[in-house]
C-alpha cells in the first residue's frame, strides 16, 4: 500500500546556482531526502511548456509515506538566499488541492 505525498518547490532566481545550475539548497534537500530513503526532487523547468525559458526554479517529486514536519524542517534549514521567495506546495494522499508553506517564515497558506 501506498500513501503518497506530491511535493513542489518553487524559488526566485535570485538563489545562487552551482556548475550544474543546481541550487545549493536543492543539492541539501535531496541529501536529506536521499538519506531518508525517499528519492530526490526532479527539476521541472526543462519540461514547461512555452516559447521560453522559466525564469524561477521548479522541483518536484512524488514520495511515499512522507513525514512532512520533517520534510518542512529539513526545507527550512537550507541556507536559501532569499527565502521569503520560497514556496513549497504539499499534496498528501486523498487531498484534492495543494497546501502552500513558505520556508522564510513558518506560513501556511491553504
Known sequence: MSVVTNILVTFSVGENYDDEHVAPPIIGINQWLEA??????NDLVPHAGGRKCMECGVYGGAFNYLNT????????AQAWNDPKNVRVLVQGQNEDHFSVYTVGAVMLID
Do not use: K, Q, T
Not at 531518508?36 to 526532487?41: Q, V
Not at 514536519?69 to 527550512?76: H, L, V, Y
Open 36 to 41: 531518508e530513503g525517499y528519492g530526490a526532487l
Open 69 to 76: 514536519p520533517a520534510f518542512m524542517d529539513a526545507m527550512r
